[in-house]
């Protein structure tokens, strides 16, 4: 039993010097912090005295990606901006572990890279629950410096393709007051531009990211204020097409094919072909408004008005083959004697009321019973012929309507889609 007591006592002891150990340390850090900042001039840069610019290396940690309107041409993303650079005056042999502070008014005391975000439209600072800033002091002198920020960036987009079109949208960090000779900022080795592992984005995947540096020059009254160091990130984005399968191509293509129905209908089916082709011609241009309102009005041809203008031509052309065929099949071959729409001359009159006919020695006037039989056959054949090429016209435009649109099809899908990833 005493053995037991002695044990925990023992225990109780090694974990009490253990959990006190590390608050004694920190406290006494922070102590050794608190007496830096007295002499520490936030306005100077780390290597002012030195006469050299300080490197800052920038980091980004993408945590949602949104929000991509392609009618105001910007994009809302969500993000983690990392600074990496070396302070001197924050170096102290008696600090042995890194410090996180994320203390605003402690973070205020210390000199940090007066940077901004050249291509944002807007910018929030996260505060909930409390500001989403982190500074990690090293032993060595070596800053991190972390800030939360959701930021909506203009993203001039190339419609041209549209919906089957490839995005690259920049992100641009540059530096504000601090020229060149002041400050450099570059991208931290290895892959400086991170992404959340389940971010997902409805219209758009995320296929490539690539990082660039650029130069900000400012002109003040003619002349040159100097150069400033910025930074460029590149996110490739490519369209998902489902929604736009589903809501254009889909139905419009259903259209097209309704529209030749009318080939297989009677020729004489006229209020039924009519109505049929007009009906489908209102929806396909109504379909094709429809898609207009949801993309900006550039002044380009977008890959959906080249397939919206084509279905409709084809609509349109299927309304048109009806109108040749049936004028064919009503078509008749006029003649002298027996057309009804010819009006009736004073001659032809005066013979129909003599009781008699013409007289015996007018053997021309005398119509001939046999020339009218002759000439009604040639009328019937005539009219028989116009029939059968009115319905080779059907039959014909059965075949050239699909065919015509596969060709349309494999020209418009390989055309388009060769230019994806």
Known sequence: MLVLVLWFLLTV????????????????????LDSLLMNYDRRATPTNHRNEP????????????????????????????????????????????PLDLNDPSLVKTIWKPEVYFPNAKRAEFQFVTVPNVLVRINPDGQILYILRLKLTFACMMELSRFPLDVQV??????????????????????????????????????????????????????????????????????????????????PSILIVVISWMGFWMDTDSVPARTCLGVTTLLTVSNQASETQLKIPQVSYIKALDIWMGVCTAFIFAALLEFTVVNYYWRKKMSTTCHNPCRPKTTSDSWMELMPNGPGVGDQTAQPSPAADVAEFSISQADTRRYRIL????????????????LVFNLAYWSYYMSHRH
Request: proline share 4%.
């Open 54 to 97: 300080t490197n800052v290396t920038c980091e980004l940690y993408i945590r949602s990606f949104g929000s991509i309107n392609p009618t105001t041409m910007d994009y809302q993303v969500d993000l983690y901006l990392r600074q990496e650079w070396e302070d001197e005056r924050l170096r102290h042999p008696n600090i042995t572990r």
């Open 13 to 32: 002891v090694v974990v009490a010097q253990q959990d006190g150990s590390p608050i004694k340390v920190t406290m006494e850090h922070l102590r050794i």
């Open 390 to 405: 009115a319905c080779r016209i059907d039959e014909v435009s059965r075949y050239l309507f699909p065919a015509a649109f």
């Open 169 to 250: 949208c920049t992100m641009e960090i540059g530096s504000f007051s601090k020229t060149t000779q002041e400050l450099n900022l570059s991208w931290k080795l290895g892959d400086p531009i991170k992404i959340y592992r389940g971010l997902k984005m409805p219209q758009f995947n995320i296929i490539d990211k690539q990082t660039d540096r650029c130069h900000e020059d400012f002109q003040i009254g003619g002349g040159a204020a100097g150069n400033y160091s910025c930074l460029r990130a590149l996110i490739t984005l490519e369209r998902n097409i489902g929604f736009h399968l589903v809501q254009s191509y889909l």
